[in-house]
């Protein structure tokens, strides 16, 4: 398999793995608690596609899917660290502890390795499983900018699946008006917590916001034209200068490539009557339960 270029963050502190993999952690040295609840088989949306490099568990590369447990105080306890949650720890350290399945050779799974797009779909399992299916938010509307309730249920909601042996990375796309071809990797969680470093990070008055950069520079291993290579310290630059229809292609791409949750389709604003689209929002009510 080629180098993918998948970062491994370097932003954990001593004393930050509160709990071992195993379980919920140990009370004194030598005691495990055992009070954690049972894991469920879950299919994921790449049904384990990409993942070979990452593990050996045959839940993962034949069934598609992962061992999972539901949340319990012990998570809660991390996702309310805010110095975890600024620094993009908090929903690694969460998966860590309730994912079950391994990688290689039976160590524990790296789900800093697992597509954004799973990542989110465990989210929303999470979610369901420890707090109920329906979820509630405060949503926008783009066209008059009133904000009202709105509700999903969270276990009916729609997945796109990834086809098993659909994709090999690294993966080639053509921009359609400069006609450089890309050589690129879809989204992983390493990419979101140096993301949420980034964005969290102390940023001067006039400073703007490098993340759209930065995400795709992450994602771009390669770029070529007329069997000419790009350095690689030009690929910033090159990224910065991208005419606006050929990113909106990319980013379309990197969406039909993947998979997982889809969006909220035709929401109806109430005050206009205005039917728009939209992300599932993660808000700071996600893990709590809704009446």
């Not at 975890?84 to 039976?106: H, P, R, W, Y």
């Not at 989110?120 to 783009?142: D, P, T």
């Not at 008006?177 to 140096?194: A, H, M, N, Q």
């Not at 690929?235 to 998979?259: H, N, T, V, W, Y």
Request: aromatic share 8%; with cysteine.
């Amino acid at each position: 398999m080629a180098d993918l270029n998948i970062p491994v963050p370097s932003n954990v502190k001593p004393g930050d793995t509160f709990y071992d993999n195993a379980g919920l952690g140990k009370t004194s040295p030598g005691q495990t608690l055992s009070f954690a609840p049972p894991a469920e088989f879950v299919e994921i949306p790449s049904h384990g596609v990409l993942y070979g490099g990452i593990t050996d568990d045959p839940d993962i590369l034949e069934r598609g899917g992962l061992k999972i447990r539901p949340m319990t105080v012990h998570e809660e306890k991390i996702l309310s660290t805010t110095r975890l949650v600024k620094s993009g720890q908090a929903l690694d350290m969460v998966f860590q502890n309730v994912i079950t399945s391994k990688g290689k050779n039976g160590q524990p799974l790296d789900v800093g390795q697992l597509l954004s797009s799973d990542r989110v779909f465990i989210m929303l399992w999470l979610r369901s499983i420890s707090y109920g299916n329906e979820y509630k938010f405060n949503i926008q509307c783009s066209s008059c900018q009133q904000r009202f309730e709105y509700s999903v249920d969270l276990s009916t909601h729609p997945i796109k699946e990834m086809a098993k042996g659909e994709l090999v990375e690294p993966l080639t796309f053509t921009l359609p008006i400069s006609k450089f071809t890309l050589t690129y990797r879809l989204p992983r969680g390493v990419d979101e917590t140096e993301l949420i470093k980034m964005n969290n990070a102390v940023k001067k008055v006039n400073e703007t916001d490098d993340s759209i950069v930065r995400r795709l520079h992450s994602l771009i291993l390669k770029i070529e034209r007329d069997g000419q290579e790009l350095p690689a310290n030009q690929i910033i630059p090159f990224i910065e200068s991208m005419i606006a229809g050929d990113a909106s292609a990319f980013r379309q791409e990197l969406e039909k490539r993947d998979a997982g949750v889809e969006d909220i389709k035709g929401i109806a604003c109430p005050s206009c009557g205005y039917e728009f689209d939209s992300a599932i929002p993660v808000t700071e009510s996600f893990f709590r339960t809704t009446e």
